[in-house]
Nanobody
């Protein structure tokens, strides 16, 4: 059974940093592209960053230079390092496998000014 468990969220101030983790199980983690999504209150869920099984990364323009996605295949974990956080980064953050429609519970990130 595919499981995705996000953690690491919290309440921080603008300019602070936060690292999110997503622990995956139930599939061969190393074979899949993984992605971080987020959903702000009243807004559509959007892709934030992706990382392929070979380490190729993608970021939406609004987080380029501030966020870094990485993975540890030995730990079946994908990370999102978030620096210079802005109020508009406030959202529930989710991780997702490239195929299938599996979602974890998400982790709340609140950035206050």
């Amino acid at each position: 059974q595919v499981q995705l468990v996000e953690s690491g969220g919290g309440s921080v101030q603008v300019g602070d940093s936060l690292t999110l983790s997503c622990a995956a199980s139930g599939f061969t983690f190393s074979l899949y592209t993984m992605a971080w999504y987020r959903q702000a209150p009243g807004k559509e869920r959007e892709v934030v960053a992706t990382i392929s099984n070979s380490g190729y990364t993608y970021y939406i323009d609004s987080v380029k230079g501030r966020f870094t996605i990485s993975r540890d295949n030995n730990k079946n974990t994908v990370y999102l390092q978030m620096n210079s956080l802005k109020a508009e980064d406030t959202a529930v953050y989710y991780c997702r496998r490239s195929t299938g429609n599996y979602w974890g519970q998400g982790t709340q990130v609140t950035v206050s000014s």
